[in-house]
């Protein structure tokens, strides 16, 4: 009942007792960091130097937080070198013991005493907030504004992650300023069922919520994209992005994945052969209307959206293409949530000398792509890679030559190769950022995860008796499409959902007139939003409208 509970800075022995009780209960018991002890309680070793913001229920303490500026701090002794890892210039407080009672972690309590304790600190010239945060919960922190850097601390079933925060990002993140009224999940670091504070969960196929290292990463002021230095960035996170997806070179384009898109109908038509667009869907269909307003010689062989590919019609139509034509297809089909099987699309190609054309925008960056086997495919910055719209890029394993008077200037890769990566201006804020996303994810486990979630999401959406588009056999991991029936308009449940503080893909043309709704993963998404929206999903699904 939060109008009864009361908050403050602990002053009485009886306060203290209650710490000790909580601590005991959440870093002896919930989290096994220490060991129990038949008393229940567990007295900080820095108990006389902390700070402690507490929540109370009657006389109960039922949250709190701490902290302290006495070096050293405990982070110190765990990690050697703490300051190497800090922004230089600061004045940090340590923030610890981040602990709600299970029993009220539904409420505004945690942020109601970061905001006491941040403030606090403020108050005495700290501008930088030193933590470790539970593993379990590093979606929340990142959510606060949290950085996190070095290595995990503690043992296995208890590890934590060092992080800072500087007022300027937990200021513009709320953390001095944390709504009340928004929704909330208390709880010692990051145990909470639900963790959002004030902001809807983005499940949006772009863009996607990005991390505060590369939104930091973003911010820093413009560089020349002539420099030496934009230069040195822009070749390394070539040599990334190529690696990332097993070919020689990557080339990024300033601008969506329909410019990639463009420059790989320019290449085709430079091929002067015939070619085969595959279209099982909106973003099929889209590449067979690139073929067409390229002039590209070209088939299309289309069917249903979402329904399995009729891969003997496939064999028989490649197998009709001349050596040196080519196919295009995606490999992610982002309307109707349906994966491609590549490796088998690949094989096929090789086997006819045919080049193989992907337009591999929603797949790269969801699970692990190989694309040795393409001739030229195409990704984007502001999907699942977790950088920021406005960025694309081509895939090759051969770098063109300039090839003016038959390709428009902004579309012709071969200016781009003889420039060395930079033909135009660019943005070097947008390099940054993804520069920074692809290294700040752990990939195999964020592959995993995707890969759980996705399979989690599809059982129980059948399971409410709602239309999945794609079968379990052909389905992509991030990125789930629901076929609403007519009692349920698409565009009322995804305005339902937002008020409940889920961001669902539902307004795109070929979305409404198909009333049909977008879960997606691709972007950060924790384990408490997917069952919150599943609750909610349910709950609209028993009462429409």
Request: charged share 20%.
């Amino acid at each position: 009942m939060p109008d009864a509970l009361t908050y403050k800075f602990a002053d009485s022995a009886t306060e203290e007792q209650g710490i000790h009780r909580l601590n005991h209960r959440t870093f002896a018991g919930e989290i096994p960091q220490h060991a129990t002890n038949l008393q229940g309680l567990l007295v900080d070793r820095f108990h006389a130097e902390n700070t402690y913001a507490v929540c109370l229920d009657g006389d109960e303490v039922v949250g709190m937080v701490c902290g302290r500026t006495a070096r050293p701090f405990s982070l110190d002794g765990k990690l050697p070198g703490l300051d190497r890892h800090l922004p230089a210039g600061r004045r940090p407080v340590e923030v610890r013991l981040l602990a709600v009672d299970p029993r009220y972690r539904r409420g505004t309590i945690l942020p109601r005493l970061l905001a006491m304790i941040a403030e606090h600190f403020a108050a005495r010239g700290c501008d930088l907030a030193v933590l470790s945060g539970t593993t379990r919960a590093l979606e929340m922190y990142r959510r606060m504004g949290c950085v996190p850097f070095g290595p995990l601390t503690g043992e296995p079933g208890a590890q934590f992650q060092p992080m800072y925060l500087t007022i300027e990002d937990g200021r513009r993140q709320a953390w001095t300023g944390l709504s009340e009224t928004g929704r909330s999940g208390g709880g010692r670091a990051g145990t909470g069922p639900d963790t959002t504070v004030g902001q809807p969960e983005n499940l949006l196929p772009g863009p996607v919520s990005v991390a505060p290292e590369v939104a930091a990463a973003f911010g820093r002021p413009p560089a020349y994209h002539r420099s030496p230095e934009h230069q040195a960035v822009v070749d390394a996170l070539h040599r990334r992005l190529a690696a990332f997806v097993n070919v020689r070179h990557a080339q990024l384009l300033l601008g969506s994945g329909t410019v990639a898109n463009d420059a790989v109908a320019a290449q085709l038509r430079l091929l002067d052969r015939p070619g085969l667009v595959l279209a099982y869907g909106e973003f099929g269909e889209r590449l067979a209307d690139h073929a067409t307003r390229t002039g590209l010689d070209h088939e299309v062989l289309a069917g249903a959206w979402g329904a399995p590919l009729p891969w003997p019609a496939i064999e028989r139509a490649v197998a009709g293409l001349p050596a040196g034509g080519w196919l295009w297809s995606v490999h992610c089909e982002t309307s109707t949530g349906q994966l491609i099987d590549l490796p088998r699309l690949t094989r096929l190609c090789a086997a006819a000398g045919v080049r193989l054309c992907v337009d591999a925008i929603s797949s790269v960056g969801t699970l692990p792509v190989d694309l040795s086997g393409a001739y030229l495919a195409t990704g984007t910055s502001g999907k699942a890679l977790g950088g920021y719209p406005g960025l694309s890029m081509v895939f090759l394993q051969e770098l063109p030559r300039p090839s003016p008077g038959l390709i428009p200037r902004y579309l012709d890769l071969g200016c781009y190769a003889e420039a060395g990566g930079i033909a135009y201006t660019q943005s070097s804020n947008l390099v940054a950022a993804l520069d920074t996303a692809l290294a700040v994810t752990d990939w195999p486990d964020r592959y995993a995860r995707l890969a759980r979630a996705s399979t989690w999401l599809d059982a129980r959406l059948r399971r409410l008796g709602l239309a999945v588009v794609a079968s379990r056999a052909d389905a992509a991991p991030g990125i789930v499409t629901i076929a609403l029936p007519a009692a349920l308009p698409a565009a009322a449940v995804g305005a339902r959902l937002e008020q409940a503080g889920y961001l669902l893909a539902y307004q795109s043309g070929y979305l409404r007139d198909r009333n049909w709704l977008q879960i997606s993963l691709m972007g950060r998404w924790t384990w408490p939003a997917l069952r919150g929206l599943l609750a909610a999903l349910a709950a609209l699904a028993v009462r429409p409208g």
